[in-house]
């Protein structure tokens, strides 16, 4: 399991890297699988997400989600003022004290240090698109954000969208980091179970690929054809549950 303190070492990493492209990239230049956006607006959006994050750190209690609030400096020394303030709360902070979250992750701070991580993973992925530059997510990285959604974030995806189906129990695998979750057909709910697995045990359905191919699929940055992965068993089935959505 990755500590707070690995997470924040992540963090720095990653937002240096965001920053590189915030300060280079054409501001104008499209970005894939975001809609309209454009790179000024993923930098926007990214920079108000750490100063959201960085507050409830520092307090503990949910604020107002305002990610579009426009910089009123240089977008990139703007950007970079955001990550230094949100890696700071994160420093200061004691990860085992109470906080909120919107998952089904216990309500402490350690949560921030791993959503910031991958929240800033897969918006990097994105600027290096826009900006046409390569990007590849580190696997365990990737694999760690694969649990995230499917433990955190799918058993409360009904506070975003219609719970995605699941009709017979499915298997998903990591190829490279060796990781595996169970997904089962709702209860008494509507919402589908979830659970981390043995490496060898067998569903209906088997998805299996690298975990960067997973973890982009789950936040629908590739589609299943293009991804890789490798569907067995009961295809269709498992073709209509990675359809999701799964994230906010």
Known sequence: MTTPDEHLDRLRELTTGFAR????????????CCGDWRLRDLVVHLGNVHRW??????SGDPAPQIFE???DADL??????SADDLIEALREASPRDGA??????AKTKAFWFRRQVHETAVHLLDAHRAAGTEYTLDPSVAADGVDEV?????????RWHTPPVVTVPLLLKTSDTGHAWVITPPGEGDVPGSRTADPVETAE???????EALDLLLWQRVGLAASGLRVTGAVTAAETFLAGPFTP
């Open 53 to 58: 994050a960085a507050g409830i750190v520092r």
């Open 100 to 105: 909120w979250n919107f998952t089904a992750a």
């Open 205 to 211: 359905a088997v998805v299996e690929g690298p975990a």
């Open 150 to 158: 499917l433990l955190g974030m799918l058993p409360k995806v009904k």
């Open 21 to 32: 492209v915030a300060r280079t990239g054409d501001h104008a230049a499209p970005v894939p």
């Open 76 to 81: 990139a020394a703007w950007y970079g003022e």
């Open 69 to 71: 609030a426009e910089p």
